[in-house]
Nanobody, 125 residues
Framework: QLQLVESGGGLVQPGGSLRLACAAS????????IGWFRQAPGKEREGVAC????????DYADSVKGRATISRDDTRNTVYLQMNSLKFEDTAVYYC??????????????????WGQGTQLTVSS
């Protein structure tokens, strides 16, 4: 069964850091663009960051630019999202998914709308 499994969430104080992981199961991530998305209570799911295959291109939502870094380790079949200087508004369930491409660049749209359980990130003092 092909799936992406998110992990690494937790409770962090404002200003803290956390690294989320997205591990593929049943297929290899190599060749796919992968994105991180998040959904806060009462809000729609939004794109946070994405990376194309071989990390040729990355993109970030304005809300996390300068604070987030997306990376991939295809040898571990895993994509990471490093979040720094965390804010209260970063609190959400974080998901990863294969993203669509436009002109060879990843965009914040899931390719197949298949979502895993996500991982909860809570920023609280």
């Amino acid at each position: 069964q092909l799936q992406l499994v998110e992990s690494g969430g937790g409770l962090v104080q404002p200003g803290g850091s956390l690294r989320l992981a997205c591990a593929a199961s049943g297929f290899t991530l190599d060749g796919y663009a992968i994105g991180w998305f998040r959904q806060a209570p009462g809000k729609e799911r939004e794109g946070v960051a994405c990376v194309t295959s071989s990390a040729r291109y990355t993109d970030y939502a304005d809300s996390v630019k300068g604070r987030a870094t997306i990376s991939r380790d295809d040898t571990r079949n895993t994509v990471y999202l490093q979040m720094n200087s965390l804010k209260f508004e970063d609190t959400a369930v974080y998901y990863c998914a294969i993203t669509q491409l436009r002109y060879g660049q990843c965009i914040f749209k899931s390719r197949d709308e298949h979502w895993g359980q996500g991982t909860q990130l809570t920023v609280s003092s």
